[in-house]
């Protein structure tokens, strides 16, 4: 082992963090599940950081990496959804945009040109919004009842970023498809 495979031994390491989250969550145990989540954060965030500062990049790591953490927030939502604390819309959107993003990037991959991930700032703020409610409910849980009103902001930001990004991505991409097929 090279110290350039840490960044994907960390991405491996948050693959196998999912099942145990989920299983924490669906047998109401909020705490650990929410210290794994946060692990999970963790990780995401150093292997980020060692892979852009030491340039130990790679193809594998540039697709595990989104991978990894979109299979953590939706494999989150269903737990959450299937337990009755978020709604089951909105967990339907969340696995839509995501199915929508990742069939578009696939066919446009195959179709016109190799694809390198670039998410947009509203993209970016939909994950966060995702992130922030997964762990107030969690937290809700867990340790402290949070405010209503707060995990209802927080689920309505969610849909907001979701119908932004994912009609962001549509159009974009789309567009892009439109105007390379046309040259």
Sequence with gaps: ?????????????????????????????FGPALVLFALAGISDALDG???????????VGALMDPLADK???VSSFLALGWLGL??????GLVILRDLVIVTGAIIYNAR???????PSVVSKLNT???????LSVMF????YALPLLWIDALIYSVLVTIVWSGIGY??????????????
């Excluded at 966060?128 to 997964?134: F, S």
């Design 1 to 29: 082992m090279k110290r350039s495979d840490l960044p994907n031994i960390l991405t491996a390491f948050r693959f196998l963090l999912v099942p145990l989250v989920v299983v924490y969550m669906l047998d109401h145990s």
């Design 128 to 134: 966060l919004a995702q992130i922030l409610l997964v």
């Design 86 to 91: 978020l709604p089951y819309w909105l967990v």
């Design 71 to 73: 299979l953590l927030m």
């Design 140 to 143: 809700s849980h867990a340790i």
């Design 170 to 183: 549509v159009w974009t991409w789309g567009r892009r498809a439109w105007l390379k097929r046309a040259h």
């Design 49 to 59: 950081f060692l892979a852009r500062r030491y340039q130990w990049t790679s193809r």
């Design 112 to 118: 016109i040109e190799k694809v390198e991930a670039d």
